[in-house]
């Protein structure tokens, strides 16, 4: 009976916010379309794959930040140099 109620709020509260903000606002785990987003290489492997899609989405407003000394310039250089060479700027 309680599971009931919470799949019909569950519904309810989906209906909603998709009436509100339109299709696509709610994601469901295994329901999510992979985008093919272009991206700039970071120059490190391991960050390119953290961020998901290879790299800085081209095109996108990021946001950078961390404790001084921790590499915020250095990674800006490297993806300015990466963006140069790929003749984006």
Do not use: F, W
Not at 38 to 63: F, N, W
């Amino acid at each position: 009976m309680a599971e009931n109620g919470r799949r019909k709020a569950l519904e309810t509260t989906l209906a909603t916010l998709t009436k509100r903000y339109g299709d696509g606002i709610i994601m469901k785990l295994g329901d999510a379309s992979r985008l093919d987003v272009e991206a700039i290489p970071t120059g490190s492997l391991s960050l390119d794959i953290a961020l998901g899609v290879g790299g800085v989405p081209r095109g996108r407003i990021i946001e950078i930040y961390g404790p001084e000394s921790s590499g915020k310039t250095t990674l800006c250089l490297h993806v300015i140099a990466e963006a140069q060479r790929q003749g984006g700027v």
